[in-house]
Each structure stands twice: as C-alpha cells, then as structure tokens.
C-alpha cells in the first residue's frame, strides 16, 4: 500500500465519502459504553476544503471551510494561487467519491499555509486528485510538500485522475505548524483538501520494543509518522462514524497470506478497557470485537503461524502496533502464543490474561518498531502463532497498525531534507570522488614542482650523458623496498589478498605491515591437517585451531568458510586494519594465507580465552572484582588507542565479551576487527547498514544508521555490567523487563539498588565506592545519545579511578563483623547461584563454542 489509499471501485465509494476525520462528537457501537474516555474534543480542528467557494459539510457532521474563511493561513502570491471548483462538472468529476476532491487550490510558485497549534502531536491529513483545468494539467504536476523540519512528499505526483489520494500523518507541533508547497521548475502544485487536527498525548508511546533487539526504542515524538495501514482483522471496513478518532480501519482479507489457516470471530461480551492500557482512543471496541484466529488444524502438526503481509517502502523503520483482546478463550490463560515480524521475534510468549490483569475481553495492544535494514523485499510479514513448547496451539489478533518512521533526512519520502540537501549513501560516495579528485589534483601538482626543481638543478653536461630519467627518479629510489616501495613482485603478491581467492601464489615471506604469508602446507602442518581436535571455536567467518608454527610458537588460525561473501569482506578488513595496529591490548594478526581459495588469519594464542567464559557460562574459576577490573581497563585501553591512536581512527563495531581475549596472565586484548570502519574525518559519523550483535548495539546507530565512536562507547557500557551482573546480556526466557540486561541493569541503577543484581561470587569483596564509580561509568557509557556519552578516554579514567578505590578499601584493616565498607549480602561459602542464568541463553545465536581458547562471534546484521 506504501502509504496510500486509492479508490476506484463503487465498492469504496461510502467509504471515502466518510473516511475523513470526525471531532468531537464521534459515536462509537458499542453496546456498553466502556469505562474508559470514549471521546476526544482536539484542542486545535483546521479543515479546509481547498478551492471550494463555500463550506462543504460532509455527513458525518464535519464542516470543511471554503478558501475564503481560511485566507489567513495562506502565505502566497495572489496572482499565481488558482482556484477550481468543479462541483457541478462532468460525471467523472462527480463520481470521484468525496466531495473534498471537488474543488482544489493550484499554486505554481512556493506557497505556504501556516496555523497556530498547541504543542504535541497532530493528525495532518492531505487530499489530492488531479481536476481539469483549462491552464494546468494537474496529472503531470510535481511538487514537493513539507513542514518546518519533515519532507513529507517529495517531488510528488498524481497521474491517475480516477482515484483520489489520501495521506494521513502524525507529526510533533510546537505551537506554529506550516505546511509548505513547493512546486517543480517548470511545474505547479495542488491540494484538495487540509486537515491539521490535534491528536490524544497518549495515542503514541514515546518508547516501543524494537525488532530484531530486545531492548526498548526511545525518542519516537522525536520522528514524523506516515500511516501505511490500519486494519480492523476479522471484521468490515470501520468508517470515521465508528471510530473514536475518526480513522479508517480497512478489512484484512486482502493482506491475509494465510487465510486457510485462519478463522474469523466475533465477541458477544462487552470489551473491558484495563486502567492503564488500552482505551477507545487507542483503538473502538469494533476493532477488539473481532479477531482472525488460528483455525482447527487437519494436520499432524497443528503448529503454523498466521500471516499478514504488508507492503511497505523499503529504506524506512516502521512503527507496528498490534492489537489483541481475548474474545475466544473460556478460561483464563487460554492464549499463549509468539508475535513475528519478518521472521523475527518480536514478543515471545505473549500471555493476554496476564497482561490484562487476568481478565478476558480486556483489550490490549503492543507497539514495536521494525529497523530499516530488516525491511526486506519491500514487504513486513507479521505472524502470530504458538510457543514451540506449547500445546494450546491458539493465536489471536484483532487489529493491525504499520506505521511509516521519517528516517535520517527527516523525510517520510527519499532522502532529500528541507533544505534541499541530499542525505542518501551517494554523498559520501560523490565527497570521495571529490577527495580523489583533489588528492590526484595535489599530486599532479607536486609532480610538477619536482620536475621544475629537477630541471633548475639539472647538472651542465647532462645532454652529454643522455640521461634524462636520471633526474627524473624519485628522490629516495635507492632505499630498501622493505622500507619504502615494495617491489613489482611483492606488490603483485600483496595486491592478491584484495583481488581473488583464487591465487596461486606459493611463496612464504613477510610485507610490510601485513605480517606474514604463509602457504596452506604451512599451516595443514600446523594443525594436523585441519584435524578437527584442534577446533578450539566457530564463528560466523569460520573454524577456529589451535596449531603450532615449526619454531613451536602457539597461534590461533581461523580459516574462512567457502563461499562466504561476508567472510571476504572480513578477511579484508581485518588484515587492513591490523597491519596498521600495535597495542598491547589489542590481539595481534601474525600473518595470512590467501592461496588455494583458502582465506585464513593467523593470531598470537590467547590461552585463557574470552573474558566471558570467565564470568558465567562454564566451569571456569572466577575472577575476582580486582581481575574484573584490570580486564575492564585493559580493554578500555585497547578501544582508547583504536579511536585515537591513528590519525584518523577506527570504531571497532563488534564490543562484546566474547570479543575480549585473555592471555596467560589475563592481560585483556580486543579482538575481531572483521567488522571495523575507519572513524569519519568529514563529519561526526560514518553512514552504514547495521551491524554488530544482539544487547550490544547502540540504539542510536541502530535507529539512524550513523555510526560513531560513541557506539563502540555504548557496548562496552553493556560490557561494564556483564561483567559486574555476570548473566547474559539477552535472556529471552526471562521476563520481559529483564530481557535486556542493560536495561535491567539501569532499572536497579536508577532506584540506587544496583547491588541487588550484581554478581553474588564478588559481593563481598566488592568496596562500596568503587562500586560506585564503576557503576556510574558504566551508565554514563549507556546514555541514550552519543553525545550525552563520553569518551573512551574518560571511561578509562573512571574505571582506574575504581580500581585505586578498590585497592584503598582493601588496605583497611576491619573487624570481621564491622566490613561496613563492603557489600555483603551472601554468607561466605555460599554456592554462586545460576538461578538466573537460562541454560543456553547466549546473545550470539548463531555461533558453537567449542574452547574457551579463541572465539569468533556471529554478527547480528540487520536484513
């Protein structure tokens, strides 16, 4: 449907008649009037029906003013404003359903309608079908409509002149709302009809549960909103007449891709409004009177899901609220099913009893917000149907809302912002053309330069020796390739790693800054031929082994899967980024093989694994709050010098525990550059898809798709407290509120009770103090905005400030009974409970440890 709502059959021709907003003295068909508020008075009502020389009263009771009782709002060049009325024209005209498609305003030069709001959030409502005039062909006009800060429609336009247009909006006012009207060079714009309408405060939840992360999407008043669909499931198209807020609720039947599995029914009790949930506002009792249910299946497997599929523009998130009352179920708990949306989870479990207090026909709805890069084949699939582990085998929905998000432009439509500007991909592809371009401008230039000087300090009898390239050499052609140029040969062999799997190449030596080639005989000898009893982890690149080199050194050789396309952007990235880093802290690349179609790195063998095998998980002894905490700054020293320790610096983008390797003597090391961008110099992020893993990734560059350092920033924050919580930074099996750890985590911080989750094994010995530092830097690292975060350097400074605490309370000599200094809420001896920890539950789906020695981790990437 992508938006909009087209109507040409006799069959839609009642519903457009009224499809358009009602105030305040909308009747709701009910048969009990619900507890709730049933009715909403909008504090600001503007209807203009656009070019009409008189009011135009609908029959639902709504009265649109004609041009000349709303001349006020317009802003415009009276002589290119056109007006056309076409009530009494051809039977065409006649029959094109609403009369607010009768008559239209034209404009041919910028124009702008401007009303004066109360601040919140307001229904804006547009109307567009393209009249005959005798001046403007209405069909082929262009135009661009937007307001103060959202594009709305770009570079729009209405060439079937048998259906009518209509866009319906939710954006944010701050008490001077305007639309403008922005026709193409060469083109004029039109609109039939205006309505900006106050919408309820609590219609939309600043907040919702995204899709695929379990974690909690803030700032939504932050966007624009697009409605691109509002279904009434398993009942009949719900005119404005019906519902609270003067919607349209069209039938699902068309977006049903399952109707064989479904069945339709009705409610015969009256719906029950919980306080604080759902209320006739949010969605009329129609709606939760009806609901598609799974059908009686014939089956031996009575499991499947039903299934709506929805149209959408792709390059959007999308706001989906589902709505769910319990119409069927004779007794309590009778419901229990998962929500999907494109084959993700969105809730899992979902019990309706318990979520309304335990009460049947109770309504109940739940917003989530799908990310653009899981937007996929221009398509959201939503699907209901029951746990894995279930026997009820029932699902139910009763309503369906796809709402389109304005993405990072600003914009409801492309990627251009009000300005005009461009903030698509291609912008940072034109500025590299661009810095190409002057860099290749720069050296053509310093070519020239030292030609000039050549020339001036040509010696006098260089004719006689014919040696005209002599000077010409470059300056420093005499040194070492090792140091300076490499050789054509070496080139050659150095350029294959970037070019094709399929080399050929045989020879081992070093180059400079990749470390070493080696050959696939080489490292067969390694690791007994690959012998599977050396497999010490697989990741998502590939296999990782524990070999031997011929002088004995230890490495940890990770060899690329076949036919992994991912797995060669990886390989690239990861000898680029190493060949040019050296910490202590960060886990060194020791050489590659590129031969053979083989894609293999080599690493120096970290023995004591990843830092989470140390904190839950295995049977590993654990480390101590003082380990934790020199773990912790060791890693945060590793991510200080990536983002400033090259001249441009590099955002790591994979933060996690799993990612942090531990070697003999527990020196913490960051590792996997696989998925690394050099930091932007231009500007303050880098644009790219979403990538990184589950509980990890920073909401803002999971919604905007701007990447920065405060993102490496904000996983490690998630590190900070798995380390102090020692539990899965995602357990679906928990309850919803402890899913995500991080949130649970800044819950308990934000009630000062933070020590009530912490690890029990380190609650003694931890010193109040330097539990409050630690804390404090790891909630600072999980500001909701990057800038509010702050840099790894500062991180770092806190956490060697806790650890300096940590060693002072230490010192003190207390009583035994007297360790006022230290959390202690455990009796010594006590066994560390795994209560909370959900057998299997991991946050990196898609990977097997098999050794606590190397890991490399699945990477979540948005679809």
């Known amino acids: 449907m992508g938006g909009e709502m087209h109507f040409s059959s006799l069959s839609y021709l009642l519903l457009l008649l009224i499809s358009f907003p009602l105030f305040s003295h909308a009747q709701v068909d009910t048969p009990k009037p619900p507890p709730s508020p049933s009715s909403y008075t909008p504090p600001d009502n503007y209807l203009i029906d656009c070019g009409s020389s008189g009011k135009t009263v609908l029959d639902d009771g709504r009265t649109f003013k004609s041009d000349s009782d709303t001349s006020n709002f317009l802003k415009t060049n009276e002589d290119i404003v056109t007006s056309v009325d076409q009530n009494i024209l051809s039977d065409t005209v006649s029959n094109s359903s609403s009369p607010l498609f009768r008559s239209a305003r034209i404009f041919s030069e910028v124009s702008l309608y401007t009303f004066i709001t109360k601040p919140g959030r307001h229904w804006v409502r547009l109307y567009f079908f393209p009249l005959p005039h005798q001046l403007y062909n209405l069909t082929v006009a262009i135009f661009t409509v937007q307001t103060e800060k959202f594009v709305l429609l770009h570079e729009f336009s209405v060439r079937d002149n048998s259906k009518g247009v209509f866009k319906e ?81 069209l039938p699902d039947t068309p977006f049903n891709a399952f ?61 989906i609220r589902m709505h769910f009352c319990d119409i069927v179920s004779q007794s309590p708990n009778d419901l229990y099913f998962n929500v999907y949306i494109n084959g993700m989870m969105g809730v899992s479990g979902l019990d309706l009893t318990t979520k309304t207090g335990g009460r049947l026909n109770a309504a109940y709805y739940t917003d989530l917000v799908l990310n653009a890069t899981a937007v996929t084949n221009g398509s959201i699939k939503i699907q209901v149907g029951p746990t894995v582990d279930s026997n009820l085998h029932k699902a139910i929905l009763n309503g369906l809302e796809v709402i389109k998000m304005s ?37 053509a230039l310093l070519g020239l330069a030292i030609v000039f000087v050549r020339w001036k300090k040509r010696p006098k009898d260089w004719k006689k020796k014919q040696s005209f390239s002599s000077w010409l050499l470059p300056l420093h052609a005499c040194q070492s390739t090792r140091g300076g140029f490499l050789s054509s040969k070496s080139s050659s062999r150095r350029s294959s790693i970037f070019s094709s799997r399929k080399s050929k190449s045989t020879h081992s030596s070093f180059f400079t800054g990749l470390g070493r080639f080696f050959t ?99 049977n590993k ?61 231009d500007q303050g992020y880098v644009s790219t898809a979403v990538k990184g893993s589950f509980g990890y990734l920073d909401p803002e560059y999971f919604r905007r798709q701007q990447l920065t350092e405060k993102s490496d920033v904000y ?79 500062d991180v770092l400074w806190n956490l060697e400030y806790a650890l300096q605490l940590q060693e002072a309370a230490t010192q003190i000599h207390l009583p035994e009974d007297k360790s006022a200094n230290l959390i202690a809420f455990k009796k010594p001896g006590e066994q560390r409970s795994e209560d909370s920890h959900v057998s299997g539950a991991t946050d990196d789906s898609e990977v097997t440890v098999g050794s606590p020695v190397f890991h490399q981790m699945g990477n979540f990437q948005g679809r």
């Not at 903030?423 to 371009?437: F, H, T």
């Not at 002894?621 to 773990?631: F, G, H, M, V, Y």
Request: hydrophobic content about 40%; glycine content about 10%.
């Open 520 to 618: 696939v005989t080489e490292l067969e000898r390694a690791t007994q031929n690959f012998d599977e009893k050396t497999v010490i982890g697989v990741g998502g690149f590939g296999k990782v082994y524990i070999g031997a080199l011929e002088d004995g050194t230890k490495v940890a050789i990770k060899r690329g899967s076949n036919g992994s396309e991912q797995g060669i952007n990886e390989f690239q990235t990861e000898i680029q980024m190493l060949s040019k880093l050296r910490h202590r802290h960060l886990v060194s690349l020791v050489g590659f093989c590129d031969q053979q179609q083989e894609m293999i790195l080599v690493y120096e063998y970290m023995a004591n694994g990843p830092l989470r095998d140390h904190i839950y998980g295995s």
């Open 259 to 319: 109707p064989e599995g479904a069945k339709t029914v009705m409610g015969s009790k009256p719906i029950i409004y919980p306080d604080g949930g759902a209320t006739p506002l949010i969605a009329p009792n129609s709606v939760y009177s009806t609901a598609e249910v799974m059908a009686d299946s014939e089956t031996t497997n009575p499991n499947f899901n039903l299934t709506w599929e929805v149209n959408v523009e792709q390059s959007f998130s999308y706001f």
């Open 169 to 249: 909006y939710l954006v944010n006012t701050t008490g001077r709302f305007s639309l403008q009207f922005k026709p193409k060079k060469g083109s004029c714009a039109f609109v039939n009809a205006i309505e900006v309408v106050s919408a309820p405060d609590q219609l939309i939840s600043d907040s919702a549960s995204s899709v695929p992360q379990w974690r909690t999407i803030n700032g939504i008043s932050n966007y624009a909103l697009q409605v691109s669909l509002r279904l009434n499931v398993g009942g009949p198209v719900l005119s404005p007449k019906n519902d609270t807020l003067s919607r349209t609720w």
């Open 715 to 793: 996983s490690f924050g998630v590190v900070l407290f798995e380390v102090l919580c020692a539990r899965p930074v995602i357990c679906p099996k928990l309850p919803k509120e402890q899913v995500s750890l991080a949130d649970w985590a800044m819950h308990w911080q934000r009630k000062g009770m933070i020590e009530k989750i912490i690890d029990p094994a380190i609650a003694r010995a931890v010193s109040s103090e330097s539990l409050r530092k630690y804390v404090e830097a790891a909630e600072k690292c999980l500001a909701e905005h990057g800038v509010d975060r702050p840099g790894m350097g």
């Open 621 to 681: 002894p654990t480390l101590s709050w003082k380990q934790r905490l020199e773990i912790c700054i060791g890693a945060a020293r590793g991510l200080h010098y990536l983002h400033t320790g090259t001249s441009q610096g590099i955002i790591h983008r994979d933060v996690k525990t799993t990612n942090i390797l531990l070697d003999e003597n527990f020196v913490a090391k960051v590792s996997d550059f696989g998925l690394s961008k050099d930091a932007p110099m």
């Open 407 to 443: 993405n990072e432009a600003d914009s409801l439509d492309g990627l251009f912002a009000v300005d005009g500007s461009y903030k698509g991909p291609g912008r940072i592809k034109m500025k590299i053309v661009a810095g190409v371009g002057l860099a290749m401008g720069a050296v």
